[in-house]
């Protein structure tokens, strides 16, 4: 629980990592590749009190990831959204082991999502009902361009996606996370592309895709998605961090978030360890729209509260302290928010 002013916020991290980059487990070259591509993300955009060695990057551990996120990151609740990788790490680079045996430890501290990849035909579909069972899965998270063999990438609406679908409906698992959003070293950048998103959505409407890094750089063409299927969401990793560096982007990403999908479809995320919870949750709930950008209202306290944990303790029924609630959103509008809704937000 983060507390500032007097006002207190219960906060889920929606997207974190657990993984291991090092040399050892680096299959080939564009392994230590990605890690790099990762680390200059974390540089690039982290205050300069919060970079991290080179070092304690490639591989954290679960006792450090405790620490940082609950200890001192004001987390309430944190979601793993590991990516495998398997062509390029011998053990994938999400570790499945040891983070869904911390979730295990800690259920309530820590929701396990486990991956799939519809490129593994019958397989995949087997294993993926074996996971299930195993790790509880209320979600996963799918990297649409992930390197498979000879392939590089796949989309949502394959033939195959749509039976792996089929079988989350099955199972119960209703939170589908994607990656779309910035390119990684040596992944394609069309492969993240959110045009699939659309199909998906209006055909599995009985489930949530939750857009990670809310489709950047393609943030207008999700916006214009998102706006019309009420069962898609936006995760702000990667996104947040432009918060420090370059506040006025950050303002108009959330300027035009509330305008198209609103407060009730937003989600806070870290992306530990791309970048820790503490200082995003100091800067979030300390910010404001700057005056020269007056098109947009300012996010408010409520929006702040929905937008940091609310809205994802919802989707996956994570307990919030009564004195920590919200009256309940209404069902997802669609359709952008008028004048006069957005200046009385």
Same mark, same amino acid.
């Given at each position: 629980?983060?507390?500032?002013?007097?006002?207190?916020?219960?906060?889920?991290?929606?997207? +974190?990592?657990?993984?291991?980059?090092?040399?050892?487990?680096?299959?080939?070259?564009?392994?230590?590749?990605?890690?790099?591509?990762?680390?200059?993300?974390?540089?690039?955009?982290? !205050?300069?009190?919060?970079? @991290?060695?080179?070092?304690?990057?490639?591989?954290? =551990?679960?006792?450090? /990831?405790?620490?940082?996120?609950?200890?001192?990151?004001?987390?309430?609740?944190?979601?793993?959204?590991?990516?495998?990788?398997?062509?390029?790490?011998?053990? =994938?680079?999400?570790?499945?082991?040891?983070?869904? &045996? *911390?979730?295990?430890?800690? $259920?309530?501290?820590?929701?396990?999502?486990?991956?799939?990849? $519809?490129?593994?035909?019958?397989?995949?579909?087997?294993?993926?009902?074996?996971?299930?069972?195993?790790?509880?899965?209320?979600?996963?998270?799918?990297?649409?361009?992930?390197?498979?063999?000879? %392939?590089?990438?796949?989309?949502?609406?394959?033939? @195959?996606?749509?039976?792996?679908?089929?079988?989350?409906?099955? /199972?119960?698992?209703?939170?589908?996370?994607?990656?779309?959003?910035?390119? +990684?070293?040596?992944?394609?950048?069309?492969?993240?592309?959110?045009?699939?998103?659309?199909?998906?959505?209006?055909?599995?409407?009985?489930?949530?895709?939750?857009?990670?890094?809310?489709?950047?750089?393609?943030?207008?063409?999700?916006? @214009?998605?998102?706006?019309?299927?009420?069962?898609?969401?936006?995760?702000?990793?990667?996104? +947040? !961090?432009?918060?420090?560096?370059?506040?006025?982007?950050?303002?108009?990403?959330? =300027?035009?978030?509330?305008?198209?999908?609103?407060?009730?479809?937003?989600?806070?995320? %870290?992306?530990?360890?791309?970048?820790? !919870?503490?200082?995003?949750?100091?800067?979030?709930?300390?910010?404001?729209?700057?005056? &020269?950008?007056?098109?947009? !209202?300012? +996010?408010?306290?409520?929006?702040?509260?929905?937008? *940091?944990?609310?809205?994802?303790?919802? *989707?996956?029924?994570?307990?919030? $302290?009564?004195?920590?609630?919200? $009256?309940?959103?209404?069902?997802?509008?669609?359709?952008?928010?008028?004048?006069?809704?957005?200046?009385?937000?």
């Amino acid at each position: 629980m983060f507390t500032k002013d007097g006002t207190s916020y219960f906060i889920v991290d929606a997207h +974190i990592a657990l993984w291991d980059a090092r040399p050892e487990n680096q299959r080939n070259i564009h392994g230590k590749q990605f890690i790099d591509c990762f680390y200059d993300y974390h540089r690039n955009l982290s !205050p300069d009190a919060e970079v @991290w060695s080179y070092e304690d990057y490639l591989y954290q =551990g679960g006792e450090r /990831l405790m620490h940082d996120l609950f200890d001192v990151g004001y987390v309430d609740h944190a979601i793993f959204q590991p990516a495998h990788l398997g062509e390029f790490y011998y053990k =994938g680079f999400g570790q499945t082991a040891e983070a869904s &045996e *911390l979730a295990r430890a800690h $259920p309530d501290k820590l929701t396990y999502n486990h991956h799939f990849d $519809p490129r593994n035909g019958e397989v995949g579909l087997e294993q993926l009902r074996l996971d299930a069972k195993k790790y509880d899965l209320q979600g996963v998270k799918l990297y649409t361009a992930e390197w498979h063999g000879e %392939s590089r990438g796949w989309k949502l609406d394959d033939p @195959w996606a749509y039976r792996y679908f089929e079988a989350c409906r099955e /199972l119960g698992i209703r939170n589908i996370h994607v990656h779309k959003g910035p390119t +990684i070293r040596p992944l394609d950048r069309d492969a993240f592309d959110v045009a699939d998103v659309d199909h998906v959505a209006s055909d599995f409407t009985d489930l949530n895709f939750i857009v990670e890094h809310c489709g950047l750089p393609r943030l207008e063409d999700f916006c @214009w998605i998102a706006t019309q299927e009420p069962n898609v969401y936006a995760g702000l990793a990667v996104a +947040i !961090p432009f918060i420090h560096t370059r506040p006025k982007y950050f303002a108009q990403i959330m =300027g035009e978030l509330l305008y198209w999908i609103g407060e009730d479809r937003i989600f806070f995320s %870290s992306d530990y360890a791309l970048w820790t !919870p503490k200082w995003l949750i100091e800067s979030f709930v300390d910010f404001n729209i700057p005056d &020269e950008l007056g098109e947009y !209202p300012q +996010i408010t306290t409520d929006q702040k509260k929905k937008v *940091l944990g609310l809205n994802a303790a919802k *989707l996956y029924d994570i307990p919030v $302290p009564a004195e920590l609630q919200l $009256p309940d959103a209404d069902e997802p509008a669609v359709g952008p928010r008028g004048a006069d809704e957005m200046a009385n937000a």
